[in-house]
């Protein structure tokens, strides 16, 4: 592998997170961006690093984002310490936002974006076991679950919807370069 940009997408409680870390932990040069969210450290979930709405908007007047945005009500960063690892050869995974799709694309040079997807009943579950949403914002990102990616993007679909070493797989073979 190689310093390639690796874009994981996919609807809240796919377990994007899980199958990063999990993926991480069996491949040695492989990198996790740890993401810059105006949410409270303390609210669990991944590991990002929490900042209040002026720090974030501080940092992105120093320019300190390779990419940010806006999503659920919370802005999102990633640090431009992204490109160091990208120079010393490391292939990188990042959690981003399907909206973001087409920048990241435009920024990171032959992006692969690692699309994770499970069944509707296993995502309902996941979000209510995770216990940060109402029933009213589970139902409202069920709905956007099936929105589209942008087109011409390198995709490789990753289904979750089951036993966590399957999607481990596909997601490996989604990281290795396409042979000639």
Not at 17 to 37: N, Y
Not at 163 to 168: G, P, Y
């Amino acid at each position: 592998m190689s310093g390639r940009f690796f874009a994981v997408v996919g609807p809240s409680g796919v377990g994007k997170d899980t199958l990063m870390e999990a993926m991480a932990a069996r491949v040695p040069e492989l990198r996790l961006v740890r993401r810059v969210i105006t949410r409270p450290s303390s609210a669990g979930g991944e590991d990002f690093e929490g900042v209040s709405e002026a720090a974030f908007e501080a940092r992105v007047a120093e320019g300190a984002f390779a990419l940010h945005w806006q999503a659920h009500g919370l802005r999102y960063g990633v640090p431009v310490a992204v490109d160091a690892m990208l120079a010393q050869g490391h292939p990188v995974l990042c959690n981003l936002s399907r909206a973001v799709l087409p920048e990241a694309a435009a920024r990171f040079a032959g992006m692969r974006v690692l699309h994770v997807t499970a069944r509707p009943e296993v995502l309902a579950e996941r979000l209510a076991s995770r216990g940060r949403e109402s029933a009213a914002e589970i139902t409202r990102r069920l709905g956007r679950a099936d929105v589209a990616l942008p087109g011409g993007l390198d995709v490789r679909e990753i289904d979750n919807s089951g036993d966590l070493d399957a999607a481990l797989a596909q997601m490996l073979a989604a990281l290795q370069p396409v042979r000639a």
